[in-house]
T-cell receptor
């Protein structure tokens, strides 16, 4: 089945540690996105990538880093510089050419900082 | 800049009653509009979308929405609520008319369905 796989589903981290969230898609989509979800705030864009080896900051990129070495993979690193990292993180992908703008989402990763 | 406002963070209806979730948008370009549904601890699933053409859009699970340009609205409705409709619903607008597929999301409406 085609889809987006995020791992781990739950992750606990001590303050000061970097953690990396995995996102893999087998939909052959061009673009990939990372959103952060907090209660009552909806989804906010962290980073997005339209092509391999290129990515752009979203609205809340500070304290996060990404890479796009392969079309199917877009890992997100939450660094120790992120002041409030506890949140639900959602990865998404989309086609770009002749697209209607729809995003396809993974199941999410919940990060808790202890 | 594009933005989305969802009126009502919590909505409660009885099973079998009409569901109405409100969404107003602001966009400097012709908007692409979306409604997504999220069940607890899961990702978002597309309910329906409006890009161009017919302003009344039908989606999955009996939901529909009407694009009203004059009112800058895209409200979501369902004639008869079912217990399985209890979830959080997000309205979204394309940030740049579909050029990058970045979406701007509203803050969500949590729908409760009472038996």
């Amino acid at each position: 089945d085609g889809g987006i796989t995020q791992s781990p589903k739950y992750l606990f981290r001590k303050e000061g540690q970097n953690v990396t969230l995995s996102c893999e898609q087998n939909l052959n989509h061009d673009a990939m996105y990372w959103y952060r979800q907090d209660p009552g705030q909806g989804l906010r864009l962290i980073y997005y990538s339209q092509i391999v080896n290129d990515f752009q900051k979203g609205d809340i990129a500070e304290g996060y880093s990404v890479s796009r070495e392969k079309k199917e993979s877009f890992p997100l690193t939450v660094t120790s510089a992120q002041k409030n990292p506890t949140a639900f993180y959602l990865c998404a992908s989309s086609i770009l050419l002749l697209s209607s703008g729809e995003l396809f989402f993974g199941e999410g990763s919940r990060l808790t900082v202890l | 800049a594009q933005s989305v406002t969802q009126l009502g963070s919590h909505v409660s209806v009885s099973e079998g009653a009409l569901v109405l979730l409100r969404c107003n948008y602001s966009s400097s370009v012709p908007p692409y509009l979306f409604w997504y549904v999220q069940y607890p601890n899961q990702g978002l699933q597309l309910l329906l979308k409006y890009t161009t053409g017919a302003t009344l859009v039908k989606g999955i699970n009996g939901f529909e929405a009407e694009f009203k340009k004059s009112e800058t609205s895209f409200h979501l409705t369902k004639p008869s609520a079912h217990m399985s409709d209890a979830a959080e619903y997000f309205c979204a607008v394309s940030a740049d008319g579909g050029a990058t597929n970045k979406l701007i999301f509203g803050t969500g409406t949590l729908l409760a369905v009472q038996p």
